[in-house]
């Protein structure tokens, strides 16, 4: 079975600029959460899609949004870049089944500075 | 709002060596999870654990979850270079949101 896969692996944009990252998850998970890693942070939750539906949200600005399509598939967007959204952002499925117990399956991540 | 501690932040030792790392909590989790992310990749689950009191070993890697499924450790036996990495540990709740710590940065030198 394919893991989740992440594209881009690596991006470089400059302040006011606005991107997009795609996730695609493992086959047949409905689940996928968004993480923004830092070293000063650490793992930071974005949002979680479950089903096309928006169903967690963490605390971040509202240049932060995601969607989630009929495949499961799911992109982040990020407007008006600024420098402290240099980071790994990480995409993980899970199957949100009853005996899941919220375990997480996560990709490489994509690679985002900004200058 | 729930958070997960995790201690030590840095930790370096020699190859050989036991250690243990550690993940405390004020808060109640129904299952803590124990990931493992190498420089440049995504986390990788190593282990769920659901039961208060449950141990569970994975070859040199042993974990626990306290009593109350507040805190959990991890324990490795005989390090060896190829365990170097970042060490999270993950509480999941009922609202399908798993809350990671910030992890213990663990280096294994030859």
């Known amino acids: 079975k394919a893991g989740v896969t992440q594209t881009p692996r690596y991006l470089i944009k400059t302040r006011g600029q606005q991107v997009t990252l795609s996730c695609s998850p493992i086959s047949g998970h409905r689940s996928v959460s968004w993480y923004q890693q830092t070293p000063g942070q650490g793992l930071q939750f974005l949002f979680e899609?479950?089903?096309?539906?928006?169903?967690n949200k963490g605390n971040f600005p509202g240049r932060f949004s995601g969607r989630q399509f009929s495949n499961s598939r799911s992109e982040m967007n990020v407007s008006t870049l600024e420098l402290g959204d240099s980071a790994l952002y990480l995409c993980?499925?899970?199957?949100?089944?009853?005996?899941?117990?919220?375990?997480?399956?996560f990709g490489p991540g994509t690679r985002l500075t900004v200058l | 709002t729930q958070l997960l501690e995790q201690s030590p932040q840095f930790l370096s030792i020699q190859e050989g060596e036991n250690l243990t790392v550690y993940c405390n909590s004020s808060s109640v989790f129904s299952s803590l999870q124990w990931y493992r992310q190498e420089p440049g990749e995504g986390p990788v689950l190593l282990v769920t654990?659901?039961?208060?009191?449950e141990v569970k070993k994975l070859k040199r890697l042993t974990f626990q979850f306290g009593d109350a499924r507040k805190d959990s450790s991890l324990h490795i036996t005989a390090a060896q270079p190829g365990d170097t990495g970042l060490y999270l540990c993950?509480?999941?709740?009922?609202?399908?949101?798993?809350?990671f710590g910030k992890g213990t940065l663990l280096t294994v030198n030859p």
């Open positions: 993980a499925s899970s199957s949100q089944g009853l005996s899941s117990y919220n375990e997480q399956f």
């Open positions: 654990v659901v039961t208060g009191g």
């Open positions: 993950a509480g999941g709740g009922s609202n399908y949101k798993l809350t």
């Open positions: 899609y479950f089903s096309e539906t928006q169903r």
